[in-house]
């Protein structure tokens, strides 16, 4: 066996087109499997990361002819006074915004949500969250309420 270890060394040694594109393929075929194992571990196979994800539900309204799709702030309450089969509703929406002041704007995602977002999916929210009584009380004292929450993730 040592011999064919040392004969195989000596080969890839006298031919080194061979031995790079035999390295090179290797690097890639082992980095792609990585790339498509990370994409399909952090899709598929891991949980989400909030409290109790299997009981979560997405709830949403099929859109009329020529309607668009989503639901009214109206409907929204609605849902969630005569709500009876949930522990809670909340409600989002996703956007695009511009973000200017010091520098150059600068396009960001972002969501609308309601209040009650973070405590219904269980996350753990540093500082006030938005519908706290606290919030609501220091918007007050500076004048206005509180309108963003900035979610900093490690990914």
């Known amino acids: ?9 000596r080969s ?3 031919h080194p087109a061979f031995t790079a594109v035999a390295v090179i393929t290797l690097m890639l075929a082992i980095g792609v499997n990585t790339t498509i194992f990370s994409v ?8 989400l990361p909030f409290r109790d994800p299997q009981q979560l539900v997405s709830v949403a309204q099929a859109p ?8 009214a702030a109206y409907q929204y309450l609605a849902w969630k006074d005569r709500n009876t089969s949930f522990d809670d509703l909340a409600a989002f929406t996703d956007n695009n915004f511009n973000l200017t002041g010091i520098g150059e704007p600068e396009r ?3 969501a609308q949500v309601t209040a009650n977002l973070f405590t219904t999916l269980g996350e753990l929210a540093l500082g006030m969250t938005i519908g706290s009584s606290l919030g609501i009380l220091a918007g007050l004292l500076l004048g206005r309420m509180p309108l963003a929450a900035i979610i900093l993730r490690d990914n």
């Not at 066996?1 to 060394?9: P, V, W």
């Not at 399909?40 to 949980?47: D, I, P, S």
């Open 1 to 9: 066996m040592t011999k064919d270890l040392l004969h195989s060394i």
């Open 12 to 14: 890839l040694i006298r």
């Open 108 to 110: 960001i995602s972002c």
């Open 40 to 47: 399909v571990n952090a899709v598929l196979l891991k949980a």
């Open 64 to 71: 009329g002819d020529g309607g668009l799709p989503g639901i």
